[in-house]
């Protein structure tokens, strides 16, 4: 049965008819949509398509038009190591590349056996990974140099018009998925970018659902939380150690609830929590997060609750309030030191220098900032940049596409 044939012409049509979608048709579909969701993405598709069309592999790969960066190399088979050297090497003479996006075609159709044996691109890639026949096509992604390639080994055969049409029906879906996983992946980076400057200052956020009990909790909260001194989580929910400042708390949160569904999203609670060691008050702040009318549900993040340690140490690098402020590493130190709630005397006692020589730096410090009391300056440090530079233990490493 070829191409011309009516009645495969009649399969491939009916196979995308809406209601008459084949079955494993759908299935594969169905994984492909779903793989910008996976941990690891587009596996099953990629495992699918290479049983499908009788391949060794399936492979995409996805790499960004702007930068030098790798990208990524998606593959149902294979090392991983010729995966790099792939990205690293052979990118840029793939022998498919100059293909016209969408051409579904394969590798002998554009060199022949004789000439493919004597490139580098075989000797060094194919040849060593046992690859013999490829299929390929070159999607026209906005930003996204994307290529979907399927492999057989060199003791099978080559790919014929049957296959090359089922991997046509296949393109736009590949286009329309790959744009939904650049598009998730951006707002997820911008997400972790966020997370972490807050994870980075004085401020601990809770995340709850449209019941009140907690979705999300970052580090600076849970560090409020482990000190055990009047905010903890019970059974999934924030209970302030007294019950009326808990049932407060309670009745904030279902007033931010309900202002949601009157349009009153702008509206702002605020608790004051007492604390079992008698240091000073945690200051909560309770806000709702927009949600679409149409996206409501139990575990759909509803309102974020804000809390702040007043005693809280600032964590700033000397370096970074060095060059932003043009003070030199001591006067840094000492800037940090002061900014933390330490006295003259504690400054002096903590460097191991005598107060004098705690007062000079001070004044040093006023002469460059254009501050003219302490108070100042710890205000001026609290509105910086400066608690920005710290680097946390653990970073998120972005992919490849960031």
Known sequence: ?????????????????????????SVLLEALYAG?????????????????????????????????????????????????????????????????????????????????????????????????????????????DAR????????????????????????????????YFTRLHKLESERDLYANTVNQLSVGTMILDSDGKVLDINEK???????????????????????????????????????QHTERTALVKAVSVERRSGDRDFSLVVKPIPTAQWYEGKTIPAVAIFISDPDAVIAAPESTLSTLFGLTNAEATVSLLLANDLSLDDVAEELGITRNTVRAHLRAIFSKTGVTKQTMLVRMILKSTAELGHVPQQSVHGSALN
Not at 2 to 20: F, I, S, V
Request: proline share 6%; aromatic share 8%; with cysteine.
């Open 221 to 259: 909260a849970q560090g409020i939380i482990s000190l055990n001194d009047g905010v903890s989580v019970i059974n999934g929910f924030i209970d302030l150690g007294i019950p009326r400042k808990t049932a407060e708390l309670k009745s904030h949160i279902r007033s931010v609830l309900n202002a």
């Open 1 to 25: 049965m070829t191409l011309q044939d009516p009645l495969w012409r009649h399969k491939m049509e009916c196979a995308m008819t809406p209601g008459t979608l084949s079955a494993d048709l």
């Open 36 to 144: 910008p969701l996976e941990e690891d993405p587009w596996q099953e598709f990629l495992s699918l398509c290479s049983s499908r069309l009788n391949a060794m592999a399936a492979t995409l790969i996805l790499r960004p038009l702007e930068g030098n960066r790798p990208g990524l190399m998606i593959n149902s088979g294979g090392e991983a190591k010729f995966e790099t050297a792939y990205q690293e090497h052979y990118f840029e003479v793939d022998l498919f590349v100059g293909m016209r996006p969408r051409e579904v075609g394969t590798l002998h159709e554009r060199i022949a056996q004789e000439d493919l044996e004597k490139s580098d691109f075989y000797r060094h890639y194919l040849k060593p990974t046992g690859s013999g026949y490829i299929l390929g096509v070159d999607l026209p992604v906005p930003g996204v």
């Open 148 to 179: 979907f390639r399927i492999t057989r080994g060199t003791d099978s055969y080559d790919f014929d018009e049957q296959d090359k049409e089922f991997v046509r029906l296949l393109v736009p879906h590949l286009e329309q998925a790959i744009k």
